[in-house]
């Protein structure tokens, strides 16, 4: 959660934002721990049809960023439902 946190004060920093959707286009269970109730996933992420956005309304969205990414998601329960605990880009082979 810390790159996510990082990204976000990035954002704001050079105050731009971000408009449109991010879509998951796959997720794939990669382990589940019965004893401790962790479970992690890949998760396949486009980014396509998202666009980043200046403070004078200009598209600044960089050229060869990559619109498909494979991200490793890690989940604890918290109460009755799973929480995402964790969530980092995967190097392994991508499941998009």
Not at 73 to 96: D, H, M, P, T, V
Request: proline share 1%; net charge positive; charged share 25%.
């Amino acid at each position: 959660m810390k790159a996510e946190r990082s990204g976000a004060d990035y954002l704001v920093d050079k105050a731009l934002r971000v408009t449109g959707e991010s879509k998951l286009v796959r997720f794939k269970l990669q382990a589940a721990d019965l004893d401790t109730g962790e479970v992690a996933a890949y998760a396949c992420v486009d980014f396509g049809q998202t666009h980043v956005i200046d403070n004078k309304g200009r598209d600044v969205t960089p050229v060869k960023r990559i619109d498909q990414q494979t991200s490793l998601a890690k989940f604890i329960w918290s109460g009755k439902r799973l929480a995402l605990s964790e969530n980092s880009a995967w190097s392994g082979q991508s499941l998009c």
